[in-house]
């Protein structure tokens, strides 16, 4: 089982900017990997992917332009650049893994793995 472990969280200014790291305990190359948020009481919702050597990447509307997503498979590493943060970024943060071949990986039921998420709270 593959194991993922979130960082780079915290409480910033609206318009500020968050780098956050998810770091598996294997190899990443063969899965897809992407962001997720859930916010208290709400649904978890995707944020953004990218495919197994970032060739490909999928987005939610409300981030294109803010956020962008990067791996780093020598390192098993893949980072979320979030810049002008707002207050409605507000979450818990989730790293997850989609080891399918094929499909567009933006539903929670695509991936198989999670990590433990990480808080960010975006103020006004």
């Known amino acids: 089982q593959v194991q993922l472990v979130e960082s780079g969280g915290g409480l910033v200014q609206a318009g500020a900017s968050l780098r956050l790291s998810c770091v598996a305990s294997?190899?990443?190359?063969?899965?897809?990997m992407g962001w997720f948020r859930q916010a208290p009481g709400k649904e978890r919702d995707f944020v953004i992917a990218?495919?197994?050597?970032?060739?490909?990447?999928y987005y939610a509307d409300s981030v294109k332009g803010r956020f962008t997503i990067s791996r780093d498979n020598a390192k098993n590493t893949v980072y979320l650049q979030m810049n002008s943060l707002k207050p409605e970024d507000t979450a818990v943060y989730y790293c997850?893994?989609?080891?399918?071949?094929?499909?567009?990986?933006?539903?929670?039921?695509?991936?198989?793995?999670w990590g433990p998420g990480t808080q960010v709270t975006v103020s006004s």
């Open positions: 294997g190899r990443i190359s063969i899965y897809t």
């Open positions: 997850a893994a989609d080891r399918r071949l094929s499909g567009s990986s933006q539903s929670v039921y695509d991936y198989e793995y």
């Open positions: 990218i495919t197994r050597i970032g060739e490909r990447t």
